[in-house]
């Protein structure tokens, strides 16, 4: 019988999800025995361990975790875009003013757009207390502008920063990068010793020789999976650096077309409504040989680049490279 593709219920696309099963058939299978049907999600193949579901909606997406869940399925995911927050640095609060504060000050503002799910504090050295600032969370729907653009704030002159985000932030439970453990509900992994149960669980004692801890990523011994200077962060590090730099390549050439298709006369509205009413606008170039019935609103994996040859690494970590080509699973899956 032919399938549908299934009518998408919203434009904001569902994260995909990797499920710990071999194969696509006995995924789908899976997922047909919860009462998902396959017309509401495509399966791609992962590696050996996991494979990736890419669901129709973000309500299809709510009934597979929920599924999930409740079947004991170990998978991970990402937080979908709308419940994702945003974050800014506010600098120059001084006097004693607490997080409560700070937030109420900013409610009392009254600003339309702005939506703030959180203030809290971040002391950047112990031994300096007094030295403060608050980091202000808004929901991923908030216009930052109204806010960034006030200088002054419970009677104190004030400045807005950008939060830097780490280059990999590794997940607490599973010991992998590019997931937190919120979305994470894979077999724990021990930080300090690579052993199955939980960090908090472990017999490792601070006062034990260092020698005997044990890294997940890379297998050696002597460092946490947590030490920045573990061989596999550092490749990851890099690829995402990389990767990084190709993005802003690919905005630049996007922005680049666009200037040269913007003629006198036309105004940048114009332009895009023709673009979408003619289909004017040459699409990028994209892959279409693997996956011939993108019709729907899934993600095209056909930009997912081969992860680097991993040349540079010494035997252990050869031995690893699943694990390796996993912990880079988000600059892989993601656009
Ligand atoms: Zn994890
Ligand atoms: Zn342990
Ligand atoms: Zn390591």
Known sequence: MEQTAPKPSSKIRAPPIFIQMVGIKPTIEYLKSMNISPA??????????????????????????????????????????QLKIKTIVLKGIRGGYDENDVKEALEDLK???????????????????????????????SQTAPMTRTKRLLSQP?????????IIFMCKRCQQTGHSSSNCHLAPVCVKCAGDHESKDCHFQTTQDRSTLKCINCNETGHPASYRGCPALKLIADARKAD??????????????????VKPGLT??????????????????????????????FE????????????????????????????????????
């Open 300 to 335: 095209e994996p056909s930009t997912i680049q081969p992860p680097p040859q991993v040349n540079t690494l010494d035997h252990s970590m050869d031995n690893n490279s699943n694990r390796i080509d996993r912990l880079m699973a988000d600059i892989y899956t993601t656009v």
């Open 268 to 297: 940048y509205a114009n332009k895009v409504e023709t673009m979408h009413n003619n289909n004017y606008y040459p699409p990028l170039p994209r892959n279409k040989t693997s996956a011939p019935s993108y019709n729907w609103p």
């Open 40 to 81: 509401d999600f495509i399966v791609r193949e992962f590696d050996d361990k996991f494979t990736r579901i890419y669901p129709g909606s973000i309500e299809i997406y709510n009934s597979i975790i929920a599924a999930m869940k409740t079947s004991n399925r170990k998978f991970f995911t990402y937080t979908p875009r």
């Open 244 to 261: 990084k730099q190709q993005n802003i390549m690919k905005k630049r050439k996007i922005t680049q077309a666009i200037n040269n298709y």
């Open 111 to 141: 600003l339309n757009e702005v939506r703030i799910t959180k203030v809290s504090k971040m002391i950047f050295d112990k031994n300096k207390p007094n030295l403060y600032h608050f980091i202000v969370s808004v929901t991923h729907d």
């Open 158 to 166: 004030i400045r807005w920063e950008r939060l830097r985000k780490p």
